[in-house]
């Protein structure tokens, strides 16, 4: 909202910035590939979905953005009218609650915690008599 873009797809919505982002990202965790990969993954699919009205090579081809003193009534039309707009955001809200709760982050600490460290990894094992166990370390 502080660049006053008409919608969300702005400077933030390139490869670029994504890259950028990624690398920042896998060094604040410490190479923590359990958690910077997905995010890789997830920005990329986001920008997938974002296509085309999307600046996908700022800053090395030049786009025009419109600019507008007050974007939020447009983000809050889009998102009151457009079908698409409610399903993809209630999505990403559920999933991100799925996150939190499955992983216990209630806090910054356990937030901070949990990307500096590899979340628990899940071990399929199988028994003699095939039956699969699920057990976390």
Known sequence: MFLKLINGRGY???L???FLCFGIL???TKGNKA???PFLIGMLFHLLLDLPNIPLFYPFIS???KYIDNPLPYWIHDFLTKPVVQATEIIGIVCLLFIVIRNK???FKDIADYLRTNPKEIIYSIKKDTEIVISED
């Open 63 to 65: 786009y025009d953005f």
């Open 12 to 14: 933030f919505h390139s």
């Open 35 to 37: 958690v910077s990969f």
């Open 26 to 28: 896998f060094l604040l």
């Open 16 to 18: 670029f910035i994504v």
């Open 105 to 107: 982050l209630y806090s």
